[in-house]
Structures are given as C-alpha cells and as structure tokens.
C-alpha cells in the first residue's frame, strides 16, 4: 500500500537552519531512510545525509528521529505514530555540519586517547590463547558498530558541552572496560592501571548509570551493566588495594593462558 507520509527536516549549515517539511510517498515495510532517499531522489537533491550500508551494520546513518537517537535505516515507519510528522535531526550532541550530518571527529580524538592493547612478552602474534569465556566477554563489546548514539545520548555530553575534555563517553570508557578485562593485554606490567584510568583520565565520574545509552544502542550491547558499572567496581576496589590487582591481573593472565 502506498500512503503519503510527512517528513519533517531540520535544514541548515553550521548549526544555523530551520525546519522544512516534505510529503512523501511510502511503501509498506519501508524505514526512513527509504523515505529520506525517495526525497532526495524527487524533491530535495541537496538534502545532506550520511549513510553507507542501509542494513545496521556500518554505523554511519545516525540521527534523530522524533527526539530520539536512532539509525535511519533501522527504523521502520511502522514503528512512528502514523498521524504524525517523522521529525528528522541531526545528532544533538555534535556539531552540525550540514543538514542531517554532523562532525563526530569528537569520537574519534576520544578513541584516540585509549591506549591500544599491550601484547603479552613472550608471544608472537599467533601463538595467543584465550579461554572461550573469556572471548565471550568481550565478544558483546565488539558488537560496536561505532554509530555513537550511545554517545549522543549520554546527558554527560549531550547537556554539558563543559564536560566534553574531560569525558569519553559510553563507547570508548566501553573499549577501556574490554581491554581491562582482556586475559592478555599486559598493560598492568607497563605501570597502566586501565579501571583507575577510565576514572581518572577518561572520566568515568561522570556516568551516573542512568542507562540512556543502553537504551538506544542498535546493537543491545548492555553496555552500563556489563561494561561501566563493573569497570566503576574495579576501578574503586583498585584504588584501596592496587597490590590485589597486580597480583590478581598476572594471575589472571597466567591461569586463563592455555598452551
Ligand atoms: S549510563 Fe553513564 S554513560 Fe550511559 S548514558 Fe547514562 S551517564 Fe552516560
Ligand atoms: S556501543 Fe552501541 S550505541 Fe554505542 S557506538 Fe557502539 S553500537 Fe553504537
Ligand atoms: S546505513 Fe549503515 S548503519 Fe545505517
């Protein structure tokens, strides 16, 4: 069946612009960023919006849709009221560059600043051995398609551009908590205490544990209870007993290493 849907388009350039509404035909089944393309394709062909795989997978179509960060290839229109307008913004949290773009260089400066895995001594790429728990663990973290709508919604950045030096966001205090518990990262061995660095350098503080960015996360990677909240745990339990968490971290590494 095909219905007339309106699409309701933030417009502009460098955070200055207005909302345009367009009518819109659309089909059964379709998601928005089927209408977003039907616009371009008739009505709008200066209409700027990023994407790239249109199946959830490559990260790159992020917006907000009714208020709410979304991908818009994943959201269906069936799943919008169907008697109201789809509202289309870009990402809130970062600034705009035109249209339903944005610049999210930010993540990219943050992720930058996450030491990278340190290889155990002793083993060539090749010879490393994991438990099959231990890479299931970190298995849901790797889920991340880094479409950082975790990090558009987290209040932390989205409410207080003040704290964006001081805060990583979601995702990459994420990444800190899987290396933390990677069974052959040596980084305790160089002097990195990654729990007491996600508190102290990438300002794990400021989470709160409200959960936002669980909630909008494409992947259902439960990243506040599985990721923040134990790595919050370990990080104040290192901070009384770091000996604990030397011994226990060369433990760890020698007792789950298999030949
Ligand atoms: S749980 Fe923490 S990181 Fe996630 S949205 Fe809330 S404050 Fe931000
Ligand atoms: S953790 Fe989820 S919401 Fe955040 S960037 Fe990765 S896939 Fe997107
Ligand atoms: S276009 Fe790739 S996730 Fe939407």
Redesign the pocket.
Known sequence: MTERRELRIWRGEGGEGAFASYLVEAEDGEVVLDLVHRLQATQAPDLAVRWNCKAGKCGSCSAEVNGRPRLLCMTRLSALPPDQPVVLTPLRAFPSVRDLVTDVGFNYAKAREVPAFVPPPGLAPGEYRMQQEDVARSQEFRKCIECFL?QD?????RDHEENLAAFA??RF?MRVAELDLHPLDAAAETGLDRARSAQEVHGLG?????????EVCPEHIR??DNA?IPLKERAADRKYDPLVWLGAKIGLRSGKTTP
């Open positions: 975790c919604t987290c209040h932390a950045v966001g979601p205090l400021y989470c709160n544990i409200t959960k936002c960015c669980t990243i506040t923040l």
